[in-house]
T-cell receptor, first 115, second 111 residues
């Protein structure tokens, strides 16, 4: 199992550009999450999904969009990049079944710089 | 009161020392509790779950105090490799709502 994979690892965007951060998990997990982590700060939940076709806003959804057309994939879209979106973005997944139902498995992160 | 609060540190301790972190949570109905570890520039990873009876994994011991709404992590015989940020994590509700992550406590173990 590859676990949770994210692409790209690093990206520089100009203000106003758009991009999609990709996230894929091969653990057949129902739940997937997107977080951002600013330097020296904690994780902030952007969006999450409890299954294909279902998404919900987290703490800081403004400026982002998500979709969940399959169990495996949960892409995060930035439509109009702003310097405030400079951050490290982590995707995570978890399964509701079994005693490890709340263990979240994180991808390696995407470092985004908006200039 | 924030949902999950931790002392950000840093805690600078010598090798071999014992160090303890506390974390408080605001929702008395919280169901489950965890400690995650995050190395510099890496993703968070589950360190251990925290059970009501307390649990131990090698040099690491986690305790839960529901009455006072705090959890603790004790690290004995600290190693250089223990240097990391330790995240206190709480599931505030039953079922599968998103976990709430604390901002973390930074530990540096010094030779």
């Amino acid at each position: 199992n590859a676990g949770v994979t994210q692409t790209p690892k690093f990206r520089i965007l100009k203000i106003g550009q758009s991009m999609t951060l990709q996230c894929t998990q091969d653990m057949n997990h129902n739940y997937m999450y997107w977080y951002r982590q600013d330097p020296g700060m904690g994780l902030k939940l952007i969006y999450y999904s409890v299954g294909a076709g279902i998404t919900d806003k987290g703490e800081v959804p403004n400026g982002y969009n998500v979709s969940r057309s399959t169990t495996e994939d949960f892409p995060l879209r930035l439509e109009l990049a702003a310097p405030s979106q400079t951050s490290v973005y982590f995707c995570a997944s978890s399964s509701p079944a079994g005693h490890n139902q709340e263990t979240q498995y994180f991808g390696p992160g995407t470092r985004l710089l908006v200039l | 009161r924030k949902e999950v609060e931790q002392d950000p540190g840093p805690f600078n301790v010598p090798e071999g020392a014992t160090v303890a972190f506390n974390c408080t949570y605001s929702n008395s109905a919280s169901q489950s509790f965890f400690w995650y570890r995050q190395d510099c520039r890496k993703e968070p990873k589950l360190l251990m779950s925290v059970y009501s009876s307390g649990n131990e994994d090698g040099r690491f011991t986690a305790q839960l105090n529901r009455a006072s709404q705090y959890i603790s992590l004790l690290i004995r015989d600290s190693k250089l490799s223990d240097s990391a940020t330790y995240l206190c994590v709480v599931n505030p509700f039953s079922g599968n709502t998103p976990l709430v992550f604390g901002k973390g406590t930074r530990l540096s173990v010094i030779a």
